[in-house]
């Protein structure tokens, strides 16, 4: 009977960690990386990625270092309409610090929060304000809005790849 007791006990214990090891699979990050230029896809969306410079900003938003500004191609490969917002971005600098995008109104096609009909692409752009060398590698960083339930998140460098 305690033999009996033993191979309950240590069968429930291999159940609880295969299902626990699945568990962890199905929602571990999926990293996904890329260069400027090539399409990479986030959940239900294509992205593309372009590094289109940097800048001193306007009379009402001074940077404290420099804008770096990159270019944004969205498509929707969905069926049904979702949201990107400027606050999927960020740029990883050499020394691996994440920096969030900035708002403002730098030109008519600044991203702050767009709705994505299905198979219908939108051009926008945003910008980071970060101490920039154009020797070091930069890197943005897309992650998926909530709704959009994935585990992707793309990796795309933008300079000295």
């Known amino acids: ?11 429930a214990i291999i159940i609880s960690m ?9 929602y571990q990050t999926n990293y996904i990386t890329s260069v400027t230029g090539e399409t990479v896809t986030v959940g239900p969306v294509e992205y593309v990625i372009t590094f289109e410079g940097t800048h001193e900003g306007n009379k009402e938003n001074v940077p404290e270092n420099t804008y770096v500004m990159i270019g944004i191609t969205a498509k929707n490969i969905s069926n049904e309409k979702t949201i990107i917002s400027g606050g999927q971005f960020y740029i990883v600098d050499d020394k691996e610090q994440k920096h969030e995008a900035i708002f403002g109104e730098f030109s008519a096609k600044d991203l702050f929060l767009e709705a994505l009909e299905p198979n219908k692409p939108i051009q926008r752009t ?32 933008i300079t000295n790849c």
Not at 126 to 152: A, L
């Open 126 to 157: 945003t910008q980071f304000d970060i101490p920039f060398d154009e020797e070091k590698q930069y890197k943005v960083i897309i992650r998926p809005q909530k709704e959009q339930s994935t585990t992707d998140t793309a990796v795309v460098c």
């Open 18 to 26: 295969v299902a626990g090891i699945y568990t962890y699979t199905q």
């Open 1 to 11: 009977m305690v033999n009996f007791g033993i191979v309950i006990v240590i069968s």
